[in-house]
Nanobody, 124 residues
Framework: QVQLVESGGGLVQAGGSLTLSCEASGISFRRYTMAWFRQTPGKEREFVAGFTWTSNNTNYVDSVKGRFTISRDNAKSTLYLQMNSLKTGDTAVYYC?????????????????WGQGTQVTVSS
């Protein structure tokens, strides 16, 4: 049974930092491209960042470039998202996702496995 379990969300003031974690089980983590998405009420789930398993390439949505860093620890089967200089617009439920595809897919249908999400709230 595949499980992706996010943690690390919470309430933070604008300008602050948070680190999200996503622990995977039931998959060969080192052979999966991993990604973070986020969603706010009434909006579609948005790609935030991705990390391939073949060439260790990363990709970010423009709005988080220079502020967020995605990383992975294959030995721990864990994906991370370091979020700095947080803005109120970053408030959302953050989800991790996994796909065996070798490239970074920025749309939700490309991912077969999802976590339950963790809430990030940035106050002004």
């Amino acid at each position: 049974q595949v499980q992706l379990v996010e943690s690390g969300g919470g309430l933070v003031q604008a300008g602050g930092s948070l680190t999200l974690s996503c622990e995977a089980s039931g998959i060969s983590f080192r052979r999966y491209t991993m990604a973070w998405f986020r969603q706010t009420p009434g909006k579609e789930r948005e790609f935030v960042a991705g990390f391939t398993w073949t060439s260790n390439n990363t990709n970010y949505v423009d709005s988080v470039k220079g502020r967020f860093t995605i990383s992975r620890d294959n030995a721990k089967s864990t994906l991370y998202l370091q979020m700095n200089s947080l803005k109120t617009g970053d408030t959302a439920v953050y989800y991790c996702a996994a796909t065996p595809y070798t490239g970074i897919i920025t749309t939700t249908p490309g991912y077969g496995y999802w976590g339950q999400g963790t809430q990030v709230t940035v106050s002004s």
